[in-house]
């Protein structure tokens, strides 16, 4: 009888872990498709071409988004203009002066901001900038994809200065030098390369973005120049050739997504070598 | 402050006209009662997959795991999360709706074919590739999370059980899952809240058709393809206002959502991160 519910109470034991061995297996499974497909079918588009032309209109093969790329680069310089500097300065108003009423609010809205859906920021992008100018621009996607990093940016600066030892910011003050210079050549100086790796996180989180894209910078067949043009990039890119009816577009769609995926990729695993190679040599 | 900017903006956009009274655009509101009837659907449909999932996996790093382990499938778990929605919208066409037409919605017409929720025609696109690829994408969230709360628990609950002779699993289902609880509804709410803002993959999977259909087979519409698909061929300011008064809704739907979810987590007395460091 004893035994029985022993072996009753083994059996559930075994059970529910094999379970979550295969909740996490069953987890992994899509990544590994996903990895596989986007490489195989992947590979096969990129090529010189691929990097150096424009698009061909449909019917024509070959052809390339060297415009996309290019307008990928310039939105995501844009935007680490518009949300690095506000970020970067939030964080260190949490970190240093954070306590009060308003400090926990700014940083309980933060978190709040992070789970919004990108595509609202987009609407809000568009009735701020575009309804204004009257057509789409770069100037509005940037923007789009700055205020969504503005939470991962800011919330990272405030917990990477936390982490700096208390003793440090002691001696500064204790030398004589005034609060805002410690805060800036003492504080902000040792947590810089930690708030590099979580803007480069933020930097990935955005440079696969499209739904705030749509209606911003929208999209170009063409070279834009200036930052108040339509600006082809390269997940709406992506998004247009795939749900389009051409064989030769889904072939460019998929050599898109790698090098989407390939960049955002190396984003993270390079953050995630950076922080651990830090925690490893302390 | 920006979210109140946010808010009050979309706010004098969207809500001064009120779009449903007006019937001079065509099916509009057809349209958007669909989008809100297909938001819930596919983002429970969603949760149905994950949530059981996502317990598995955070269950599994953070008790059952040698530690060698933990770290690699962690990271691993969180890429799923790093890869961008377009992505695995184009693997959703080309894979996913491929394999369900072909393989998975034959089984299951064969099986429980007696059921509505699996009549109609099998085309691949629909709620079920919806609710499937938001699982997929929401199971990061709410495993990550999970997992924090599990790691907040304190040690001496796990150490007494087991002290008692409870097997690992009883350790678990006895003196850990009761503590973390409400962190663990915290994140389910986190995964739903993204679930329900989700644009790019599931517009291309779920067949954008304006119905309310009890077949999961069937092609549906969610409030964010509504907006993704619409907004920037919508003309006239009319359309416009009704269009950003659907992103108002899912605003401030979703804004609750983290904002009870966040509570919940930190009752259990630690605060998760948002990145993924």
């Known amino acids: 009888m004893i035994l029985d519910r022993y072996a ?3 059996f559930s034991d075994i059970f529910v872990r094999s379970a979550c061995v295969a909740a996490t297996v069953i987890a992994l499974v899509p990544l590994v498709s996903v990895l596989y497909y986007v490489t195989s079918r992947g590979i096969g588009g990129i090529n010189w071409d691929f990097f150096s032309e424009l698009p061909k209109p449909v019917g024509e093969s070959g052809g390339g988004m060297a415009n996309a790329l290019a307008g990928s680069v310039k939105l995501l310089f844009l935007a680490c203009v518009f949300g690095i500097p506000p970020g970067v300065l939030a964080g260190v108003y949490l970190a240093e002066f954070g306590a009060s009423r308003f400090g926990k609010w700014v940083r309980f809205s933060a978190d709040v901001m992070s789970g919004v859906p990108s595509i609202t920021v987009g609407i809000f992008v568009y009735s701020l900038v575009v309804l204004r100018a009257k057509h789409f621009s770069a100037f509005a996607g940037g923007v789009a994809l700055g205020v969504l990093m503005l939470p991962t940016v800011t919330r990272t600066t405030e917990e990477l200065l936390r982490l700096v030892p208390e003793s440090l910011r002691e001696a500064a003050l204790g030398l004589g ?5 410690v805060t800036l050549r003492v504080m902000l100086r040792t947590a810089a390369p930690g708030i590099a790796t979580g803007v480069m996180l933020a930097v990935a989180r955005v440079a696969g973005e499209t739904a705030p894209l749509l209606f911003t910078a929208f999209s170009n067949p063409f070279w834009s120049s200036g930052l108040n043009e339509p600006t082809a990039s390269l997940p709406v890119i992506i998004y247009n050739y795939a749900v389009s009816p051409y064989e030769e577009w889904h072939r460019q769609a998929w050599a898109a997504a790698l090098v989407l995926l390939l960049l955002v990729l190396l984003l993270n695993v390079s953050a995630r070598l950076l922080v651990r190679n830090r925690v490893g040599a302390r | 402050m920006r979210l109140s900017l946010g808010a009050q903006h979309e706010l004098s956009v969207g809500l001064p006209k009120r779009f449903y009274a007006q019937s001079s655009v065509r099916g509009g509101s057809g349209l958007f009662r669909t989008g809100r009837a297909g938001t819930i659907a596919s983002s429970l449909l969603a949760l149905c997959f994950a949530v059981p999932i996502s317990l598995g996996v955070a269950i599994f790093l953070s008790e059952l795991a040698p530690a ?56 691949g696109f629909g709620m079920l590739a919806g609710g499937i690829i938001l699982a997929i994408m ?28 409870a097997t690992p699993w009883e350790a678990v289902r006895v003196a850990v899952l009761p503590y973390a609880r409400s962190g663990l509804v915290g994140a389910t709410i986190l995964g739903l809240g993204r679930a329900l803002g989700e644009t790019m993959a599931i517009t291309m999977v779920i067949g954008n058709r304006s119905e309310i259909s009890a077949s999961l087979f069937a092609p549906s519409y969610t409030m964010a393809s509504v907006i993704a698909n619409e907004f920037s061929e919508a003309t006239g300011s009319l359309y416009l206002s009704a269009l950003a008064e659907v992103g108002l ?29």
């Open chain 1, 177 to 181: 030098l005034p609060k805002w210079r």
């Open chain 2, 68 to 123: 060698w382990l933990r770290e690699p499938v962690g990271f691993l778990v969180e890429l799923l999360a790093a890869v961008p929605s377009v992505v695995y919208g184009l693997w959703g066409i080309f894979v996913l709706a491929p394999w369900l037409r072909t393989t998975v919605e034959p089984f299951l017409a064969q099986t429980l074919g007696f059921l509505p929720l699996f009549q109609g025609q099998q085309r």
């Open chain 2, 249 to 277: 809704l899912l605003f401030v739907v979703t804004v609750l959502l983290n904002i009870v979810a966040r509570l919940l987590v930190w009752r259990v007395g630690h605060l998760p991160e948002g990145g993924s460091l």
């Open chain 2, 138 to 165: 929401i199971t990061p969230t709410i495993s990550s999370v999970s997992r924090e709360v599990l790691r907040a628990v304190p040690s001496a609950l796990r150490e007494g059980a087991l002290g008692l002779g």
């Open chain 1, 8 to 10: 009753r109470r083994k």
